[in-house]
């Protein structure tokens, strides 16, 4: 049964304080609960029974201030410990037992190699101990863990340890207690044999910070990287938000198997090892960036999720939307604002859109789940993320801060929700954003389809801009939205316009102006525009919106050449290269038009541009996105047409691309900065063209720089390039990377990937195969992710293959994870969810293996919703 938003009823009793006892073991783990519980004075009162959640726990023992029960004074369920007619105010102690070893789910108390970790959110911690698993119960935790000395010289939870003891037989205990009260979800421990590198931080007001990062031990040299970004984010928080740090000691744990990206557990994260090792040989400049930002994330939500958190899941982008938010302003003010802004954008636009189209189309706030699981989404957390930037724009900077200051204090220690955000950005502003709301609780990308008339007599430019919304799953009728529209005109030099509007008394400054939709029809005039401009429209991205403009392609050009808004240029060159792509979809012997290559030849030889920006410019859309663009997806036309595309351009360029290549190709030694990263950038794209066309030089270059590189970003693009155009080549070059990299997970990680992903027609077979190979398991969702998640949704030419095969292996994927590892199993079946988006062949193979995933027998609650959600009528 689904749940509802709108069933939300205070909890009828609350738990102040929690004492946990450990008595840890792989195969079998004690768990002691002292809870402190009293009835909710602001809850409606009800007839005394108390119902906590548990899962997979063995119960040996429940008493009530200290009067163990007997068995027929209590019942349990699979998912739940229930006492009747309890008193207003008591202690309840119970001891359970746990089995981390079998533990494949990931969520609770598990075994990760060698070591004992656990994830809680978002309702783990009822397979740890019976407790009210619910965010809105915040209390304070003392937590005591005893293990065997020798192998778990480590044993860490939240807070300030307290206590530290030898006990006999080689056990030793430590204890640990949090002053601050927490929902059960930011709960944490972990147990393992770890090194720490350590340093220290002095927050604003003086506070000095123990800041430790805890790896195994032969990791140790690779955690410099995402210390540095802990430094970084302590300080920018406390500088752009006000936000102090208020422990005594920050730690990071990296571990090996986890369902997610990290956890914001308080004063504890743990996190996938993916987003903290990274030495330059080892890790990409993606991955550098990865860190820098996930790193940032987890310790933002100090404050916004930890000190204020979530009333209910529903709430959940209270702290996601808003986390996203504060690390994508981390990153675009300590890298470049502009390529942060394309590549989030870009983000947005290859999973939120698609899946706001999808028959899992939910709202930034749902209103229902079977499993909350299926909602750690990209709407929740990216479109989230979007909703409080267009806040931030309504409001201008003064305001929001005042706003956001509002909110940290407001709502400290409390479990609140969106509105309760959104009311502190009208009570500071003054403002009404009553319409603004219903961006949280209606799914779907509008789009903006905008119309302009010059009139040179009258020298006015009118625009004509409305809105439409098409319906979701449970959501026929939409609302028109309110939003800001950032736009400034071009003139045939490039140049911004003075703005004014009808009305208006004068113009302002030249530059972007902040317009404000509220209608399904707006008509706006400008007045004294002396010649036909360009609009620069959505500037910065300022909506997530689907603008529809209709460019001539000098228009483009000129916005390519000439705007000064990264969003605008790159936008620009992605649909000049979509038009042409478009009619050599349609026609396969389509010429390239000469007025395109030499765009393409202006960009990439502009010396003023970021590189960065550059190499983001000059990307072809991917398959996907074209695919998105079409009314029935063309799986074999796009990849042929953008093959083709990217080899004419290698052909007809390659003297500049060479050059480009030759210009960036570093000498110096690796360093992540945001100059180095754009020349890497734009060098390795250079040799992509070079490569598509089928170039010796190229080929040399590339056999070369696989030979001889000194960081990972390199290696990895020649790699790349290799097995999808070497040849022979290719596959010598993965028997080398594999032997020289064969002790290192995260590089083997990439080994799959690089083969999973490759366009060579025998991909699947080559997929199949791998998952025999000793390296591989459905254990590690890092590697099912790198493997099979990575053939599912970054190979759409070969996933989508017209013989089904690719489905076919999907299925047979999530069948057997979905045993295991729910989360992940749901996760990956996500890949078949737009079934209706293809030709009638592929949709009847895909129906077919979504039924055959909904037949099996005991399935989870997460493939469950998905399987059944896919399948729904809209
Ligand atoms: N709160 C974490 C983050 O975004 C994500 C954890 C989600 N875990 C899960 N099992 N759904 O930083
Ligand atoms: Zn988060």
Redesign the pocket.
């Known amino acids: 049964h689904p749940i509802h938003r709108r069933d939300y009823r205070p909890p009828e009793f609350l738990i102040d304080h929690v004492e946990l006892r450990f008595d840890l073991d792989p195969d079998r783990t004690r768990v002691e609960a002292s809870l402190e519980v009293r009835r909710n004075p602001a809850a409606t009162r009800g007839d005394g029974t108390l119902r906590l959640h548990g899962e997979q726990l063995d119960l040996e023992e429940v008493a009530i201030d200290g009067h163990r029960l007997a068995p027929a004074e209590y019942r349990v369920e699979p998912d739940s410990l229930t006492l009747q007619r309890v008193p207003d105010r008591f202690r309840l102690d119970t001891r359970v037992r746990i089995h981390p070893n079998l533990n494949t789910a990931l969520?609770g108390l598990y075994q990760s190699g060698d070591m004992l970790c656990t994830?809680c959110?978002?309702e783990g911690f009822r397979r740890i101990t019976y407790f009210l698993d619910r965010p809105d119960v915040m209390a304070r935790y003392r937590t005591t863990l005893i293990a065997d000395k020798g192998r778990f010289p480590v044993l860490l939870s939240n807070g300030n340890r307290v206590e530290e003891r030898e006990l006999v037989d080689g056990r030793h205990l430590v204890s640990w207690e949090d002053p601050f009260p927490k929902p059960s979800y930011l709960f944490a421990l972990i147990a393992g044999d770890l090194s720490a590198i350590e340093d220290r931080f002095t927050t604003a007001s003086g506070r000095d910070v123990v800041l430790q990062i805890f790896v195994e031990p032969h990791n140790l040299d690779r955690c410099d990287h995402a210390m540095q970004s802990l430094k970084k984010a302590m300080r920018w928080d406390e500088e752009r938000f006000g936000r102090e740090y208020d422990l005594d000691v920050y730690m990071i744990v990296a571990v090996s198997h986890f369902?997610?990206?990290?956890?914001?557990n308080k004063g504890l994260n743990v996190f996938n090892d993916k987003f903290v090792l990274a030495r330059a040989d080892t890790a990409t400049d993606e991955d550098f960036q990865g860190i820098e930002g996930v790193i940032a994330?987890?310790y933002f939500?100090n404050w916004s999720g930890n000190r204020i958190t979530c009333r209910d899941w529903f709430q959940l982008s209270l702290k996601?939307g808003f986390t996203v938010y504060r690390d994508q302003e981390f990153s675009a003010d300590v890298g470049s604002r502009g390529v942060k802004r394309v590549a989030d954008v870009r983000l947005l636009q290859a999973h939120q859109f698609p899946e706001d189209s999808s028959p899992m189309a939910h709202p930034v706030r749902p209103d229902s789940y079977f499993e909350i699981?299926n909602f750690?989404t990209a709407t929740v957390y990216n479109k989230g993320a979007e909703l409080v930037r267009m806040q931030a724009t309504l409001l201008g900077p003064e305001l929001f801060r005042k706003a956001t200051d509002l909110y940290f204090t407001r709502h400290d220690g409390q479990a609140v929700t969106t509105d309760d955000f959104v009311r502190c950005m009208e009570d500071v502003s003054g403002r009404d954003l009553m319409q603004f709301r219903r961006w949280y609780s209606q799914a779907g990308t509008p789009h903006l389809h905008i119309e302009a008339a010059y009139d040179a007599e009258r020298a006015t430019y009118s625009l004509l801009i409305r809105q439409a919304i098409a319906p979701t799953p449970g959501e026929p009728d939409k609302d028109p939205l309110h939003l800001p529209l950032a736009i400034a005109l071009l003139d045939p030099q490039g140049r911004e316009l003075a703005l004014r509007l009808e009305g208006e008394p004068n113009a302002g400054e030249p530059g972007t102006r902040i317009l404000e939709l509220r209608d399904w029809e707006t008509r706006l005039c400008f007045v004294d525009v002396p010649v036909r401009p360009v609009p620069s429209l959505l500037r910065g991205f300022s909506a997530p919106v689907q603008p529809r403009f209709d460019y001539g392609d000098d228009d483009l050009l000129l916005l390519l050449r000439h705007d000064s808004d990264g969003y605008s240029r790159w936008n620009a060159a992605r649909i000049l290269m979509q038009r042409v792509l478009s009619t050599m979809i349609a026609d396969p012997e389509a010429e390239v038009p000469g007025r395109f290559v030499e765009a393409f030849r202006g960009a990439l030889t502009d010396p003023e541009t970021d590189k960065a920006l550059l190499a983001e410019v000059l990307t072809l859309p991917s398959e996907s996105f074209l695919g998105d663009q079409m009314e029935t997806v063309d799986v074999d036309g796009i990849h042929r047409a953008r093959n083709t595309l990217r080899e004419i351009l290698g052909e007809r360029l390659v003297e500049e691309l060479l050059s480009v290549y030759r210009d960036n190709a570093d000498v110096e030694r690796y360093a992540p900065t945001p100059d180095a990263i754009g020349r890497r950038a734009l060098k390795n794209l250079a040799l992509g063209y070079l490569m598509a066309a089928g170039d010796a030089r190229a080929l040399t270059l590339c056999r070369a720089q696989f030979a001889g590189a000194g960081n990972m970003t390199d290696a990895i693009a020649a790699l790349r390039l290799l097995v999808d155009h070497g040849g022979e080549d290719g596959t010598s070059a993965l028997e080398a990377f594999h032997r020289r990299w064969s002790k290192e997970p995260l590089v083997i990680d990439k080994w799959f990937s690089v083969q999973a992903t490759s366009s060579r027609a025998g991909t699947l077979g080559i997929v199949t195969g791998l998952l025999q190979h000793p390296d591989f398991s459905l254990r590690n969702p890092n590697r099912v992710r790198s493997l099979v998640g990575a053939f599912c949704t970054a190979n759409p030419a070969r996933f989508h293959a017209r013989d089904g095969g690719g489905y076919r292996f999907l299925a047979d994927r999530v069948l057997e994870l979905d045993p295991l590892n729910p989360?992940i199993a749901a996760r990956l079946l996500k890949a078949l969810i737009r079934w209706r988006r293809y030709d009638a062949g592929r949709q009847a193979l895909m129906r077919t293996e979504i039924e055959r995933i909904l037949a099996a027998e005991e399935l989870s609650s997460d493939t469950f919703e998905v399987a059944s959600k896919a399948l729904e009528d809209t």
């Not at 369902?259 to 914001?264: K, R, V």
């Open positions: 969520e994830q959110e978002a369902n997610m990206g990290a956890m914001e994330h987890e939500h996601e699981n750690y989360q």
